[in-house]
T-cell receptor, first 117, second 117 residues
Framework: EAGVAQSPRYKIIEKRQSVAFWCNPI?????LYWYQQILGQGPKLLIQ????????DSQLPKDRFSAERLKGVDSTLKIQPAKLEDSAVYLC???????????????FGSGTRLTVV | AQKVTQAQTEISVVEKEDVTLDCVYE???????LFWYKQPPSGELVFLIR??????QNEISGRYSWNFQKSTSSFNFTITASQVVDSAVYFC??????????????FGGGTRLMVKP
């Protein structure tokens, strides 16, 4: 099966500019996650979708970050305006349900490396 | 709250040595899943193993083995006869299901393994 697709692969922007990332999950995966991985740290969840509904966005800085998953498939994550501390890799992951377990298998995309200067 | 601790930030070994990466976790839930991921320099997260809280059997896969001990809340990972290609950052992660929405992954800080020839 095709993997989780993310674009762009790299992005460099100036602070206070806006940026958007795109994710296409594995076909049939109902759950989609956006993680932020700052250099030298483990990934941290920003937002989780189940189909097109938000399940958890408690760690999303909502004053500048937004995300949507229209039609329960592709998702976009936006930052506006960007700050220097937003420099990180943004990982998208999707998971399927099997045997009633929603987190049966996670698959991660290659990520978007954002540099804010 | 969930927490994963990887106390070893960096380990350096010489090829063919055995190495163990430690992982300690905290969760209030009785049903949870533990994972190990490998992140090579290219940046993608590669799934290595998933273990549920009811299965304390140790697992071996080639040169990799995992020791799950609920009594000490640990899920350690051993690489036998390490190779240069094992050089990467390894993440331990936890996913609990206590509220059915809590199936996000909580990652540890990662352990950077360097295998020298």
């Amino acid at each position: 099966e095709a993997g989780v697709a993310q674009s762009p692969r790299y992005k460099i922007i100036e602070k206070r500019q806006s940026v958007a990332f795109w994710c296409n999950p594995i076909s049939g995966h109902a759950t989609l996650y956006w993680y932020q991985q700052i250099l030298g740290q483990g990934p941290k969840l920003l937002i989780q979708f189940q189909n097109n509904g938000v399940v958890d966005d408690s760690q999303l800085p909502k004053d500048r970050f937004s995300a949507e998953r229209l039609k329960g498939v592709d998702s976009t994550l936006k930052i506006q305006p960007a700050k220097l501390e937003d420099s990180a890799v943004y990982l998208c992951a999707s998971s399927r349900t099997q045997g009633g377990v929603t987190n049966y298998g996670y698959t991660f995309g290659s990520g978007t490396r954002l540099t804010v200067v | 709250a969930q927490k994963v601790t990887q106390a070893q930030t960096e380990i350096s070994v010489v090829e063919k040595e055995d190495v163990t990466l430690d992982c300690v976790y905290e969760t209030r839930d009785t049903t949870y899943y533990l994972f190990w991921y490998k992140q090579p320099p290219s940046g993608e997260l590669v799934f290595l193993i998933r273990r549920n809280s009811f299965d304390e059997q140790n697992e071996i896969s080639g040169r990799y083995s995992w020791n799950f001990q609920k009594s000490t809340s640990s899920f350690n990972f051993t690489i036998t006869a390490s190779q240069v290609v094992d050089s990467a950052v390894y993440f331990c992660a936890l996913s609990a299901t206590f509220n059915n929405a809590g199936n996000m992954l909580t990652f540890g800080g990662g352990t950077r393994l360097m295998v020298k020839p």
